[in-house]
């Protein structure tokens, strides 16, 4: 979020609530270089010779000659056979030459790499924004990666082979096994609502919010939560404490502001002025219907800053910020960012 205007962040001393970065994956070491291939000639002259070695007791003269001899013509025959492919091919490169890395004909290896990239970005984003709390359903492989990144093993539920529903699960962490042993019901029954997504085609890895009530009864509370956040941003830019931007205004009318933020900027306008800057999300890939949990928020004057700090840092539960501090603005000013976990909750109320 700060990235995208230009933030610099300070460092600040004491507790910054939220996780920490995932560590960086050390390097792949380098494949060694690959060794010239042996000639057909010398791998048949080779093979006589061991061949020849082996029978060298308990055979006549006469007859290891006449091994040799075809043994020799058949390494001449290889070594003419050889011959003939190495010229076919200098004369029609087009036919043998090997065929170049392409999108849709990818070298050996490269899908392999590629769809293991796509699980560390989903585990590491996974390990980072989605709470403490959720417990997740993946595939063996994706929870081992989720595990690597920091992700208890007890919040792991294996997808087993045979399994019809995701029971028991707060995230569904969709990869190409749990779409094809879903199916068309991980969508439009257990769990409509993408939270992030990650990579494209088969690598496609979908952070999806489960819905234990179905599908409809889920749509449903998504429209009613809508309509009550955007009442409750109509109510908030109603304050006399509270300023926003043009972009912040259009976002609270348009209910795009996670229930968590509104409940607390609407207690914090209550004790002091904010200037709400910005609103933002870390979710690649989410949903329309995904509510923005992350702010800027801006005060008078520095002091006020430290005291929405405290504020911040001083709420329980629900209302407990996954992450904030003070950063700089691309202009030289300071100001307060603050990010909730995903999934947010369904249905506002009081902290």
């Not at 996974?126 to 992700?151: H, I, K, N, R, Y």
């Not at 830019?237 to 043009?246: D, F, G, I, W």
């Not at 801006?298 to 329980?316: K, N, P």
Request: charged share 20%; with cysteine; proline share 7%.
């Amino acid at each position: 979020m700060g990235e995208e205007h230009g933030l610099t962040p300070i460092p600040r001393a004491g507790r910054l609530a939220g996780r920490a970065s995932r560590a960086e994956s050390p390097a792949r070491p380098e494949r060694p270089e690959r060794r010239e291939e042996p000639g057909w000639l010398t791998v048949g002259a080779t093979t006589i010779r061991l061949w020849l070695e082996r029978h060298r007791t308990g055979r006549r003269p006469s007859r290891r000659r006449r091994i040799a001899v075809t043994a020799l013509a058949a390494l001449v025959a290889m070594g003419a056979g050889a011959g003939i492919t190495e010229a076919v091919s200098q004369q029609s490169p087009a036919v043998a030459a090997p065929q170049q890395d392409h999108p849709a004909n990818p070298a050996p290896g490269t899908s392999l790499r590629l769809a293991a990239q796509v699980r560390d970005q989903a585990a590491a984003w996974v390990a980072q924004q989605v709470s403490a709390d959720a417990t997740l359903e993946c595939d063996p492989t994706m929870c081992a990666a989720l595990q690597a990144a920091g992700v208890s093993a007890a919040r792991l539920l294996v997808l087993q082979p045979g399994s019809f529903d995701p029971l028991g699960a707060t995230v569904i962490v969709a990869t190409q096994v749990v779409r094809s042993q879903f199916g068309a019901r991980l969508a439009s029954v257990y769990a409509p609502l993408v939270i992030a997504s990650f990579g494209s085609g088969a690598n496609r890895i979908d952070i999806r919010a489960a819905a234990p009530q179905g599908s409809s009864a889920f749509e449903a509370q998504l429209a009613s939560d809508r309509r009550a956040r955007i009442e409750a941003g109509r109510q908030l830019l109603t304050n006399k404490n509270v300023q926003a931007t043009a972009v912040a205004r259009q976002e609270l009318l348009q209910g795009e502001v996670d229930p968590r933020l509104l409940v607390t900027l609407s207690a914090l306008a209550s004790k002091m002025s904010v200037r709400l800057i910005a609103f933002d999300d870390s979710s690649p890939g989410a949903s329309p219907d995904v509510p923005l949990r992350g702010a800027e928020i801006g005060a008078a004057e520095s002091v006020g800053l430290t005291a929405i700090l405290a504020f911040l840092e001083a709420q329980q539960t629900t209302y407990q910020p996954a992450q904030d501090g003070i950063i700089r603005l691309a202009g030289g000013k300071s100001a307060i960012t603050v990010r909730f976990d995903a999934p947010g909750p369904m249905g506002l109320s009081g902290p």
